[in-house]
């Protein structure tokens, strides 16, 4: 398999696919476009049908959504447990993913990933307010649920759900962001540690602190 992704201090989409190829620990090719070029626009268009990494080269198969590769592998490898076991605690890792694929706009707007400068705080909009209190509030449920089973993650062990919140947990850290004035008693913060914790992270991490 031959994974296309972008810079990585910034590519967040392309962080979520590698952390789980990490997790799976099984062999792949990367190959990286490098961001915010003259030429960006035409080499990942020359490698993608979207226009956009991430994607994913496996044989004649390529696959261009982050969530999607993710869902492949999950299948693909099944002995990874790549998703939780538990049907019910399945389908709620597979809902908090789905919920920040699709959502949380004007966070994302507001706080672009960037990994290598020093941290600042920034003044954010009441909308990226209400996104950070969504987030608080889905990952404390969540920590919460009976089922959860042992692991620091967010339905216990290490899921693809946890690779969709890794880049967010950058921008708390790059932004400033105090979790418990949104809410947080404590176990959110310590959930968004844990994921910068995992040595896969750090290993995407030290590739940034390369590509500067």
Same mark, same amino acid.
């Given at each position: 398999m031959?994974?296309?992704?972008?810079?990585?201090?910034?590519?967040?989409?392309?962080?979520?696919?590698?952390?789980?190829?990490?997790?799976?620990?099984?062999g792949?090719?990367?190959?990286?476009?490098?961001?915010?070029? *003259? &030429?960006?626009?035409p080499?990942? =268009?020359?490698?993608?049908?979207?226009?956009? @990494?991430?994607? $994913?080269k496996?044989?004649? +198969?390529?696959?261009w959504?982050?969530?999607?590769i993710?869902?492949?592998l999950?299948?693909?490898?099944?002995?990874?447990?790549?998703?939780?076991?538990d049907?019910?605690?399945?389908?709620?890792?597979?809902?908090?993913?789905?919920?920040?694929?699709?959502?949380?706009?004007?966070?994302?707007?507001?706080?672009p990933?960037?990994?290598?400068d020093?941290p *600042? &705080?920034?003044?954010?909009?009441e =909308?990226?307010?209400?996104?950070?209190?969504? @987030?608080?509030? $889905?990952?404390?449920?969540? +920590?919460?649920?009976p089922?959860?089973?042992?692991g620091?993650?967010?339905?216990?062990?290490?899921?693809?759900?946890?690779?969709?919140?890794?880049?967010?947990?950058?921008r708390?850290?790059?932004?400033?962001?105090?979790?418990?004035?949104?809410?947080?008693?404590?176990?959110?913060?310590?959930?968004?540690?844990?994921?910068?914790?995992?040595?896969?992270?750090?290993?995407?991490?030290?590739?940034?602190?390369?590509?500067?």
């Amino acid at each position: 398999m031959e994974l296309i992704i972008g810079s990585k201090r910034w590519s967040s989409w392309s962080m979520r696919p590698w952390l789980v190829l990490k997790h799976a620990n099984v062999g792949f090719d990367e190959r990286l476009i490098p961001l915010r070029r *003259h &030429d960006t626009t035409p080499a990942v =268009a020359a490698l993608s049908p979207s226009g956009l @990494i991430p994607a $994913l080269k496996d044989g004649d +198969l390529l696959i261009w959504d982050s969530l999607a590769i993710c869902e492949y592998l999950a299948e693909k490898l099944p002995q990874a447990n790549l998703w939780p076991k538990d049907p019910a605690a399945r389908a709620l890792a597979r809902s908090a993913a789905s919920e920040m694929h699709s959502g949380f706009a004007s966070l994302r707007g507001e706080c672009p990933m960037e990994l290598v400068d020093e941290p *600042h &705080d920034a003044q954010l909009s009441e =909308a990226t307010h209400d996104n950070i209190r969504r @987030i608080v509030k $889905l990952c404390a449920d969540l +920590l919460g649920r009976p089922e959860r089973v042992g692991g620091a993650f967010l339905l216990g062990e290490w899921s693809i759900a946890d690779a969709f919140y890794t880049p967010v947990a950058t921008r708390f850290v790059s932004y400033g962001v105090k979790l418990s004035d949104f809410g947080d008693r404590g176990e959110v913060g310590a959930y968004m540690e844990a994921l910068l914790e995992t040595p896969a992270y750090l290993a995407w991490l030290e590739g940034a602190k390369a590509e500067a």
